[in-house]
Nanobody
Framework: QVQLVESGGGLVQPGGSLTLSCAASGFIFSNYHMGWFRQAPGKEREFVAGINWSGHITYYADSVKGRFTISRDNAKNTVYLQMNSLKPEDTAVYYC????????????????WGQGTQVTVSS
């Protein structure tokens, strides 16, 4: 059974930080590129960050560049999203995803999805 389980979401004040984790199982984690997407109420799902199989290539949405960092630990089958300087507009459900293709900003290129974790940025 393929599973991606996100954790680490919660309520944080503007300017604060959170680190999300995504634990993977049921597939060969190191063979997949991984990504984070987010979806706010009433809005479409948008790409946040991506990372290739080895972790040597990372890429980000313009809206989070310089604030978010994606990383992975293949020995732990886990991908992370460190979020700093959080803004109210970062409020969304954050989803972890895995895909067999090269790193992509397109959700259709990802085959495996987690259930999501809520991040709320509010004072």
């Amino acid at each position: 059974q393929v599973q991606l389980v996100e954790s680490g979401g919660g309520l944080v004040q503007p300017g604060g930080s959170l680190t999300l984790s995504c634990a993977a199982s049921g597939f060969i984690f190191s063979n997949y590129h991984m990504g984070w997407f987010r979806q706010a109420p009433g809005k479409e799902r948008e790409f946040v960050a991506g990372i290739n199989w080895s972790g040597h290539i990372t890429y980000y949405a313009d809206s989070v560049k310089g604030r978010f960092t994606i990383s992975r630990d293949n020995a732990k089958n886990t991908v992370y999203l460190q979020m700093n300087s959080l803004k109210p507009e970062d409020t969304a459900v954050y989803y972890c995803a895995g895909g067999v293709l090269v790193p992509s900003r397109t959700y259709n290129d990802y085959q495996y999805w987690g259930q999501g974790t809520q991040v709320t940025v509010s004072s």
